[in-house]
Structure formats: structure tokens, C-alpha cells
């Protein structure tokens, strides 16, 4: 036995032991839910399940009255039992315990029951409230819960805590045209008068956040691939978006939930599979048990999608079927370790869509997914390990980010290089079989991952998982008469340490006529390619040029002028992102420089997944990191190369010059219509636009009408009405209540902008938080920033509040929103000060301030 397993096994025997014999522990009453108290509660609490029932009006502003009946086992303790109730004391209306009548208390967002009120073995709490409305997301036509990670308890009374699973038996009263999902399947309904009582079957065992109904005016959809029936809820009214994407959600989940079921050699575990479609739902998707929740848009695609979109979905579907086992089934113990479900479903993702899409290149779509997120995050002031501790579970939502959802990734292929891929593959079969329907920790994989490799897991794991920040890799080549002598590569921390990533990559030699790579095992500060020595002096040298490493890399500006060179896609983007790296960390190539490498490949670069990379990074060059003089020169530049590569890409036939496919067209295009600064070519889009007349090759639609609208008024194009043409032009009532709301942040009337900000401090007007968020990135322009720059002192000191009040990923979209656009001096110095004010300022929520403001950052440093 090696020394790895020794030390994780001693860790887990006294973790067990100590979990056994400790006494209940005290703890606090304090709002949100504690590890302390959790702990506590997990130690008395057992066999738990719950009844609810929800009597939902068809108006969104009348209140929600409910009961609810918790059943469980207790084992007797000194310490008061609290159940978690995020809302004011007025919403509880009556409670009983074990039959009996009971007064409510209510103290720091829990209700109190004293001990002497319980008995050993079986109790019975039963509660008359009124639901809290934080999480139903309720809209004039229909609702759904999102109570990830700790937003239960906003809505129902509960132990709302991940390793206190249980079953939900759900009924719900709706208007009598409302469909609804849940957990569970549904039975058949009972009508009285305009309204209908559903009832749901007993869940299986889940934890509280992973709770969930989707109730409305929805099309129901039901399909039966590989025999296994499915329901789809939508909103959809393009007849076009449900003919090309209807069938393909089915196959997708079906193709996903085969994969997943042999390579963890266990079934589907849940007893039904449904989803629902939800207009400008918060996230990609939500794993819901039996009804996962997605964002309408990533599902319901036109016949303009880009390979891009495409790709976006399917890898969303097998991310959140991915969860059924990783996070649904094997549940997290606590919050912390949050990113062990979703870095097995960003992992699984990415091998279901290599089987769902074969025609994509799967190693370029990880290397762009992941990497450039990744380091987005790691490279910041802001930085955070991927396991972090969490003291409360209401601060849970600020541990998701870039970091977990990419940097996890890389990580996990990291480890199964190191380990093996089918060592890998049976460890986490044993994973799912050994905690099935129960809590696990990273402790828990590890130590069943340690038993089949002989690596050092603890050292690996301190640097990958525990601690911030990337490596920067180097290399020194020694050469005599053409030929290599020695290769050194080397690794030093970003922030100056000597820490070691152990990790594998390869790198490439680029001759005239020929690209050899070599492997690199850098397990050391330091590490010679001893199969390089002998080999002719190549003309530059790639590093990672696989991809699969992870840090940045320098590089060698000889490839500047010779990137077409590069006949492996996946080579040219890893090329791609270490060159804007190096740009950002001020090495090796100005901004100006890049941007003209960049504008001369937009004809030759014929991966498409590449040219998204390439016109985002340029975009981001002309509008952060150059200075507003300069912005419309290189602007037009960049508008007559992206025009002329359009023109050029070929659309029929191998015959015709110039790379081929409509996406690449329509990526070129995206970036013309993003840098379009000059009058020749707002012209040009206007024309586009107001004669619905795209460019040849080129497919738009409503949706991509409705962004060149908005592109247009971002820029105050003289012409009347733009939106209010556009708004009438869209059919679905979902989008025009969208555009109706972005519209007063794109008005050329500053006082009209103004009244709009300030209308963003009512809690009421961020419901819609995706449309928020969009509207933020108009208002907050670069064209905007003389103006809107007087907005941020509020919209940092909202911060706290959007927190506390906003899911998950609001805050850090809300700042990115916000500061992106930005790039002087005064706007970093502000950042930099409302920071100093605050010593004792929340620190997750600085983090989040840090990697928001990286932009303004680098480029006030690299531009002035």
C-alpha cells in the first residue's frame, strides 16, 4: 500500500469514527442554513418525506396558500429541532406536531420546536403557510421552482440541506388550462368550477433543491425513444423551431441516457424522465429528478444555427442527463464539494456529444469550452480554488463559476490521464454503486480512485483541487549545427511560487514542409524532451499544442506571421488562446499586433469552431483593449476583412475557393455586425435589417433580426423606431416581453436610461434576470461609458442585495455586465476603492468583483 492510500484511508477512518461517537453538537440560530446545524440535524434525522400542497391563482400577484406534512424519525437530543423558512413570520398560519396544536416560533429564518415536543422514533409536523415567492418564478401565464442550492426553504418550510434526502409527495391546484410536471409522475386530474387539483405519486429519495413542478399554459409533447416514454413542456410558436428541433431533444436525451447507462453500468435510476422548455430560464439547464428545466433558446433552434448552437445543445442535454447519476443519484454531502456533480457532468458531456455529434472534432470543442472560461478566472485577483469550505449554505450560490464548470473539466481529464481511462471508469461504477441514493464526499472518490494507481493523489490533489492560480510554462531549446541538443521545459507559478501541476501535453516542432510533436510529462519544476534531441531545428515551437495542458504558455512570436501553417485545428486554437494570454499578461505581442494576426486569418481559418474563438477574441480587441481614438480605424479594418472573408466562403461545391459552410458565414457576419462602427457599414446593417434582406449564404432570423435592432440602436443609428418596427415583427409573446423590457436601457434619451437603472433597485424589476443582465451589457456599452460610467457606484453597492436576493449566477452576471465595457484608469481605480472602503466586505462577493473587473484591469494597465 502506498503512501497516498495510507493517508486517505486514516483520513476517512477518522472522519467515520469521530462521525459515530461524537455527541449532537450545539449550534446557534443564525440565518441560513450552518454546517453546524446541519450536521447536527443529520445525526438526529432519518427516513424523512414530505407532503405539500399548493393552491396556485391564476394571477401572479396573489399569494400562494399551502400545507405541508413533514414525517420523520428522531433520535432524541438537548438541542431544539429547527426547520429552515426563508420568509417573514406572517406567512405561518398554524402548526401541529404529532396531532397536537402548536405555537409558532420563529427565530433568524427558522421555526423552532423544542425537544419535549418530539418523541423518539416516528414524528408527524404538519404547517398552514403562505409560500414564499423568492424561487417560484412566477409570470403572467405560468411559474417553476429553482431552489438550487438553498432556495427551498424560500418557498416551503424543510431541512434544506443535500445530505437530508427524501421523498415529495406534491399536489398542486391550477387554473384548469394549466399543464404541470414534478418530480413524480402525475395522476390523472379532478376538475371543480375553472380550477384543477393534480396529484403527484411519492418521489424517489432527493434532496431539497433538486424539488421541483413546472406549472402553466405549456404544449405538451410526448415521445417514446428507446421505449422509454418522455414529456416536453414548451412555449414555442415558430413553427420552423419546432419542426427542426422537436425530435432531436428526444434523440439527444435518448442517445445521452444510453451512454451514461453503460459506462456506469447501472440503469437509469429515477422512476420517469420529462423537461420543460422555459423562456429565458436562469441557466443552461437545471437537473431536476423526473423534470429537468431548460433555457428555451439553447433547446429551440432555427434554420440559421450556427455548428456552435448546435453543439451548445446537445452538450446541455448531456450535461443535465449526466446529473441523473452525478449529483441526482450521488448527492454531495455539503455544498463544498458542489463542483464533484457538476465537473462529472461537464465531463460526461463532453463524451456523450462526441457520440451524439461524430462529425465535431471533440478534443477543439473541449480545448474552446474550457480553456479560455478556465483561465478567464485563474488569471484574476479574484482567483478560487475549485473546492472551497462553506461555513452556511447561504453563501453556496457564490461557490459556482468558471472555475467549477471549466477548470473542474480539465482537471478530470488531468486525473484520467494519470490514472487511465478505465481505471477511471471502474472507480466511479464502484462510486455509483457504493453511494447510490445517498451523499458522498471528494474524500469518498478519491479514496476508491487511489486503490487502482500508484500516483501520489494527495500532492495532486492539493495543487489541482485545493489552491488557485495556473502555471506558467516555458521552454529553452539548445541547438548546434540545425540540430535540437536539448529541450527543457519548465513551470513556475503564476504569482512567482514553485508550485508543480503535475500534468502531460504535448508540444510541436513546425518545419516548412512538416509539424512533429513530441509528449511532455511535467511532473517537476523542470523536465527535459529527451526526444527531441537529434531532431532538426524546428522553424518554432507550439506548447500544448494538444490542448490538454493547462496554464499559460509562452510562446514563440516567429508563429505570428505563420499560424495558417497549422493544419491541426486544435493546434491553431490552442495557438490562438496562448497568444491572447500572453497578450493580456503583457508578453510577447501587443493588443494592435494581435488584432492584425487575428484580421488576416478570418479568410484561411476553415474550422468554424476556431473562427468563433478568433472573432470573439477580436471583437474583444477592438472594444477593450483599444483606446477609443483609435476604435473605429481599426474597426473599419476589421469590418472589410470579416465583409470580404463572408463574401468569399464558399457555400456550393468543393470547386469553389475559400473555406466552406454556411456557419462560417454566419460567424463572419456576427462579427461584422459586432465592430460595425464605421457609417459605411451601419448602413449597411440598417439596409439588412429594414429589408429583411440577409447577405448571400448568410441565414437570419426573427432572433438574429431582433440583435441587429439592438446593435443598431446601441449606436443611435438615425433612423425612427427601430425597436418598436422590430417588437411588432416578433410573434411570440415571450420574446416581445423581453424586447419591451431592454428597450428604455437602449433609448439615445439619457433620461430615459436613467429612469431604467434606477428602476433595477426594485427587487420586482430583476425578476427576469436574464433579461436584466442583457439589458445591463446595452446599457453599459463602451458607446455608453461616458454616460453609464455614473451608474457603477450603485450598481456595486446593489451587490450584496443582488445576492442575497438573485440564484446563483446573478451576481457575477451582473458585474460582468456591468464592468466589461470598461477600460480607463478612473473605472479600475473605482473598483479598486470600493474594495478598500470595505475591509470586511464578503469575501466571495469580492472575488466576484476581482474576476469582473480583470478587463478594466489589464486593459487600463496595457492601454494607458
Keep these: ?47 424523512l418525506a414530505y407532503q405539500l400542497s399548493f393552491d396556485i391563482p391564476g394571477q401572479k400577484n396573489e399569494p400562494i396558500p399551502a400545507t405541508e406534512t413533514i414525517t420523520f424519525d ?43 415536543r418530539l418523541k423518539a422514533g416516528r414524528n408527524q409536523i404538519t404547517s398552514q403557510f403562505t409560500a414564499g415567492n423568492l424561487s417560484l418564478n412566477r409570470n403572467d401565464e405560468y411559474l417553476y421552482t429553482l431552489l438550487v442550492p ?41 376538475t371543480v368550477g375553472n380550477r384543477k387539483t393534480i396529484r403527484f405519486a411519492p418521489s424517489d429519495v432527493i434532496p431539497t433543491y433538486l424539488f421541483s413542478f413546472v406549472a402553466g399554459k405549456f404544449t405538451v409533447v410526448t415521445e417514446k425513444p428507446d421505449e422509454r416514454p418522455m ?39 429515477f422512476a420517469k424522465f420529462d423537461f420543460a422548455a422555459i423562456p429565458d430560464f436562469q441557466y443552461g439547464g437545471m ?37 441523473m447519476w452525478f449529483g441526482d443519484l450521488v448527492t454531495m454531502r455539503w455544498f463544498n464539494d458542489v463542483w464533484l456533480k457538476e465537473v462529472f457532468a461537464n465531463f460526461m458531456a463532453d463524451k456523450v456529444t462526441a457520440i451524439t455529434m461524430p462529425e465535431v472534432n471533440n478534443d477543439l470543442k473541449f480545448v474552446i469550452d474550457h480553456l479560455p472560461a478556465a483561465y478567464a478566472v485563474d488569471r484574476t485577483e479574484g482567483a478560487n480554488p475549485i473546492g472551497q469550505p462553506l461555513a452556511n449554505l447561504q453563501e453556496a450560490g457564490s461557490l459556482y463559476g468558471g472555475i467549477i464548470y471549466h477548470k473542474a473539466p480539465i482537471m478530470m481529464r488531468q486525473l484520467e490521464a494519470l490514472i487511465g481511462a478505465d481505471n477511471l471508469r471502474d472507480g466511479l461504477r464502484e462510486y455509483v454503486r457504493t453511494y447510490a441514493f445517498g451523499n458522498a464526499t471528494w474524500t469518498d472518490l478519491i479514496t476508491i480512485l487511489d486503490k487502482r494507481t500508484p500516483a501520489d493523489l494527495v500532492t495532486w490533489n ?43 501535453f504535448e508540444l510541436a516542432f513546425v518545419y516548412a514542409n512538416r509539424i512533429e510533436t513530441l509528449p511532455v510529462s511535467l511532473t517537476s519544476t523542470q523536465v527535459n524532451v529527451p526526444e527531441a534531441s537529434g531532431k532538426d531545428a524546428p522553424l518554432f515551437v507550439i506548447l500544448n499544442s494538444d490542448g490538454r495542458g493547462y496554464g499559460r504558455f509562452s510562446v514563440d512570436t516567429t508563429m505570428l506571421d505563420r499560424l495558417p501553417m497549422l493544419t491541426d485545428p486544435v493546434s491553431r486554437a490552442a495557438s490562438y488562446i496562448n497568444l491572447y494570454e500572453n497578450m493580456l499578461a503583457g508578453q510577447a505581442v501587443r493588443p494592435a499586433r494581435l488584432a492584425a494576426v487575428y484580421r488576416s486569418l478570418l479568410a484561411t481559418e476553415t474550422e468554424e469552431l476556431n473562427l468563433r474563438l478568433l472573432t470573439g477574441q477580436l471583437s474583444d480587441l477592438v472594444w477593450n483593449f483599444t483606446r477609443p481614438n483609435d476604435r473605429t480605424a481599426l474597426a473599419g479594418q476589421v469590418e472589410r476583412a470579416s465583409w470580404q472573408a463572408m463574401e468569399q466562403a464558399k457555400t456550393n461545391g468543393p ?12 460567424v463572419l457576419f456576427r462579427l461584422y455586425q459586432s465592430v460595425a462602427l464605421t457609417p459605411d457599414a451601419q448602413q449597411q446593417l440598417y439596409q439588412i435589417w429594414d429589408k429583411q434582406l440577409a447577405p448571400v449564404g448568410v441565414t437570419l432570423t426573427e432572433d438574429d433580426y431582433t440583435a441587429l435592432a439592438l446593435s443598431l440602436a446601441v449606436r443611435d443609428y438615425p433612423a425612427p423606431d427601430i425597436l418598436t418596427r422590430q417588437l411588432a415583427r416578433i410573434k411570440n409573446p415571450d420574446r416581445q416581453k423581453r424586447l419591451q423590457f431592454i428597450m428604455p436601457a437602449l433609448s439615445s434619451d439619457i433620461t430615459e436610461r436613467n429612469r431604467f437603472f434606477i428602476s433595477l433597485a426594485d427587487e420586482q424589476n430583476r425578476e427576469h434576470e436574464a433579461w436584466v443582465t442583457a ?55 473605482l473598483v479598486r476603492r470600493f474594495l478598500s472602503e470595505r475591509p470586511n466586505y464578503n469575501a466571495r462577493l469580492r472575488n466576484k468583483l476581482l474576476q469582473a473587473a480583470d478587463t478594466p484591469f489589464r486593459s487600463s494597465k496595457l492601454l494607458y
Aim: aromatic share 8%; with cysteine; glycine share 4%.
Design 775 to 829: 439589458a445591463l451589457g446595452y446599457l453599459h456599452h463602451p458607446l455608453r461609458a461616458a454616460t453609464s460610467v455614473t451608474y457603477l457606484p450603485k450598481s456595486l453597492d446593489l451587490l450584496d442585495e443582488i445576492q442575497r436576493t438573485g440564484d446563483i449566477f446573478f451576481p457575477e452576471s451582473w458585474l460582468r455586465s456591468t464592468l466589461s465595457g470598461y477600460q480607463t484608469t478612473d473605472v479600475a481605480q
Design 231 to 269: 414529456t416536453l413542456l414548451h412555449r414555442e410558436t415558430d413553427p420552423v423551431k419546432i419542426k427542426l428541433s422537436q425530435d432531436s431533444l428526444f434523440s439527444l436525451h435518448a442517445s445521452a441516457l444510453r451512454f451514461l447507462e453503460d459506462y456506469t453500468q447501472r440503469p437509469y435510476p
Design 287 to 323: 437537473e431536476h429528478v423526473g423534470a429537468i428545466d431548460y433555457k428555451a433558446s439553447a433547446l429551440f433552434l432555427d434554420n440559421g444555427a450556427t455548428r456552435d448552437q448546435k453543439l451548445a445543445r446537445a452538450s446541455v442535454i448531456a450535461h443535465e442527463t449526466a446529473h
Design 150 to 190: 438553498d432556495r427551498a426553504r424560500t418557498v416551503f418550510p424543510c431541512f434544506d440541506q443535500p445530505d437530508l434526502k427524501a421523498t415529495f409527495e406534491l399536489t398542486l391546484t391550477v387554473p384548469e388550462n394549466w399543464v404541470a410536471i414534478g418530480n413524480a409522475q402525475a395522476q390523472a386530474p379532478t
Design 655 to 666: 470547386s469553389s475557393p475559400g473555406p466552406s459552410s454556411p456557419g462560417l458565414k454566419k
Design 1 to 47: 500500500m502506498h503512501r497516498s492510500a495510507i493517508s486517505f484511508i486514516m483520513l476517512v477512518l477518522l472522519a467515520s469514527c469521530s462521525h459515530r461517537s461524537m455527541p449532537v453538537q450545539s449550534y446557534t440560530v443564525e440565518p441560513g442554513v450552518s454546517q453546524t446545524l446541519a450536521q447536527a440535524r443529520r445525526q438526529t434525522i432519518s427516513t
Design 74 to 116: 428522531w433520535k432524541p437530543t438537548k438541542e431544539p429541532l429547527l426547520i429552515d423558512f426563508k420568509e417573514s413570520r406572517d406567512h405561518l398560519h398554524r402548526l401541529t406536531i404529532n396531532g397536537d396544536t402548536a405555537a409558532i416560533v420563529f427565530e433568524n429564518e427558522h421555526i423552532r420546536i423544542e425537544p419535549a
Design 462 to 504: 492539493k495543487v489541482w483541487v485545493e489552491q488557485t492560480g495556473r502555471p506558467v510554462v516555458s521552454y529553452q531549446l539548445t541547438q548546434q549545427a540545425g540540430r535540437v541538443g536539448t529541450l527543457t521545459v519548465k513551470q513556475v507559478g503564476e504569482d512567482g511560487s514553485k508550485r508543480v501541476w503535475p500534468q502531460s
